[in-house]
């Protein structure tokens, strides 16, 4: 069996469709890339589903580039075993101790970056990230093993760092060593980076859907910048979509204001008035009038006066929704709204208000809509 060289927290549809694919996709290449062990850190079926395929899943990559339609079918067998964080804790902490074991992913929601009260050390597991990532990291501490470079995929900006600081915060409050502690702040290697690609589920009324239960569909477009660390870049497979940038913001500024922005002022504005998908919202000429305006109107002038690209980025980022064979649905990117609008719509405002003292009414009109939790 090839040696598993990731360690996955999450099993869901994006890191399926995003990091494993690329992963299966250098493999194609010729690539000595290791397979992915994946956890389910919440309830669910998807490690059950995962293990009942164990040849894998499909992702469909689908829409335009570069003028041309693309509608293909990408095979992923990179995953070599899904795991239940409740029912199988002692064996991932086994794993975590493995001498092949060089990476960590995960992809919490924003509200998964904060510590949780109830956490004790005897947890098996712990309920949060960081409670789950101190004693994993702990595991590997006292066998000996290398340091581990963390990839936490969650959108939100300095990712990496946040989460380090969360998992020495919890380490503080365990009273774990100091060595240990100096071990996760000194020798792991922990890399910012933003993820860019639009995931969607694959349609039911696809060929594969019958047979595959966990069939997704991806766009085209992807990006996986990674900001390069002091110490030189580290090994990762290599693939189109991973970038090696020296500076994150601009590309964080530009994805998560401009395009998740949009997308979380479209839950607010459409989703009431009974809209499902995005792409139901860009097919009605009054919603798709409203969200170009926004775009192009409140929020591009907070961000082209200090990067470049953010008018071609915007126009892009339209054909994007457009995405004719994606179903993205509205209640998908809802989840976790209040907290999203707090970094994709409410720093965009004040900018706003500051840079032209008045209130940009779209932006202002989207920020007074609450749903129930």
Same mark, same amino acid.
């Given at each position: 069996?090839?040696?598993?060289?990731?360690? *996955?927290?999450? =099993?869901?549809?994006?890191?399926?469709?995003?990091?494993?694919?690329?992963?299966?996709?250098?493999?194609?290449?010729?690539?000595?890339?290791?397979?992915?062990?994946?956890?389910?850190?919440?309830?669910?079926?998807?490690?059950?589903?995962?293990?009942? *395929?164990?040849?894998?899943?499909?992702?469909?990559?689908?829409?335009?580039?570069?003028?041309?339609?693309?509608?293909?079918?990408?095979?992923?067998?990179?995953?070599?075993?899904?795991?239940?964080? #409740?029912?199988?804790?002692?064996?991932?902490?086994?794993?975590?101790?493995?001498?092949?074991?060089?990476?960590?992913?995960?992809?919490?929601?924003? !509200?998964?970056?904060?510590?949780?009260?109830?956490?004790?050390?005897?947890?098996?597991?712990?309920? !949060?990230?960081?409670?789950?990532?101190?004693?994993?990291?702990?595991?590997?501490?006292?066998?000996?093993? $290398?340091?581990?470079?963390?990839?936490?995929?969650?959108?939100?900006?300095?990712?990496?760092?946040?989460?380090?600081?969360?998992?020495?915060?919890?380490?503080?409050?365990? $009273?774990?060593?100091?060595?240990?502690?100096?071990?996760?702040?000194?020798?792991?290697?922990?890399?910012?980076?933003?993820?860019?690609?639009?995931? =969607?589920?694959?349609?039911?009324?696809?060929?594969?859907?019958?047979?595959? $239960?966990?069939?997704?569909?991806?766009?085209?477009?992807?990006?996986?910048?990674?900001?390069?660390?002091?110490?030189?870049?580290?090994?990762?497979? !290599?693939?189109?979509?991973? #970038?090696?940038?020296?500076?994150? !913001?601009?590309?964080?500024?530009?994805?998560?204001?401009?395009?998740?922005?949009?997308?979380?002022?479209?839950?607010?504005?459409?989703?009431?008035?009974?809209?499902?998908?995005?792409?139901?919202?860009?097919?009605?000429?009054?919603?798709?009038?409203?969200?170009?305006?926004?775009?192009?109107?409140?929020?591009?002038?907070?961000?082209?006066?200090?990067?470049?690209?953010?008018?071609?980025?915007?126009?892009?980022?339209?054909?994007?929704?457009?995405?004719?064979?994606?179903?993205?649905?509205?209640?998908?990117?809802?989840?976790?709204?209040?907290?999203?609008?707090?970094?994709?719509? *409410?720093?965009?405002?004040?900018?706003?208000?500051?840079?032209?003292?008045?209130?940009?009414? #779209?932006?202002?009109?989207?920020?007074?809509?609450?749903?129930?939790?």
């Amino acid at each position: 069996m090839t040696q598993e060289t990731f360690l *996955q927290l999450g =099993t869901g549809r994006f890191l399926r469709a995003f990091a494993d694919r690329f992963a299966q996709e250098a493999r194609d290449q010729g690539q000595e890339v290791g397979s992915i062990a994946v956890v389910q850190s919440t309830d669910g079926s998807r490690a059950n589903l995962l293990a009942a *395929q164990p040849d894998g899943f499909h992702v469909l990559i689908r829409g335009f580039q570069n003028g041309e339609v693309v509608d293909r079918v990408q095979p992923v067998r990179t995953i070599s075993r899904a795991l239940q964080a #409740r029912a199988d804790w002692p064996e991932i902490l086994r794993l975590v101790t493995s001498h092949s074991l060089q990476t960590i992913l995960s992809n919490a929601t924003e !509200s998964g970056y904060k510590i949780d009260p109830a956490d004790r050390f005897s947890d098996s597991p712990p309920n !949060s990230l960081p409670g789950k990532l101190t004693q994993l990291l702990l595991a590997r501490f006292e066998s000996g093993g $290398k340091p581990l470079t963390l990839l936490p995929c969650e959108l939100i900006e300095r990712n990496a760092e946040k989460l380090r600081d969360l998992v020495l915060q919890q380490a503080a409050i365990w $009273k774990l060593s100091d060595e240990f502690q100096a071990w996760i702040k000194n020798e792991c290697l922990w890399l910012c980076n933003l993820v860019d690609c639009i995931v =969607t589920d694959g349609p039911t009324d696809h060929p594969l859907a019958a047979q595959d $239960k966990l069939l997704a569909c991806a766009e085209p477009y992807a990006l996986w910048a990674i900001e390069k660390p002091s110490c030189g870049t580290p090994s990762l497979f !290599s693939h189109p979509a991973i #970038r090696w940038v020296d500076d994150l !913001s601009p590309y964080y500024l530009r994805k998560v204001r401009m395009l998740n922005g949009t997308h979380s002022a479209m839950v607010a504005k459409f989703l009431p008035a009974g809209f499902q998908t995005v792409q139901q919202v860009m097919k009605d000429r009054d919603a798709s009038r409203w969200v170009r305006d926004l775009l192009f109107e409140e929020i591009v002038p907070t961000l082209a006066y200090r990067l470049e690209g953010v008018a071609q980025f915007a126009d892009d980022t339209l054909d994007r929704f457009r995405n004719p064979f994606q179903n993205h649905k509205l209640t998908d990117i809802k989840l976790n709204h209040s907290d999203k609008i707090k970094v994709r719509l *409410q720093p965009t405002y004040d900018e706003y208000v500051k840079l032209f003292g008045r209130v940009p009414q #779209r932006l202002h009109e989207v920020l007074q809509v609450r749903f129930e939790p």
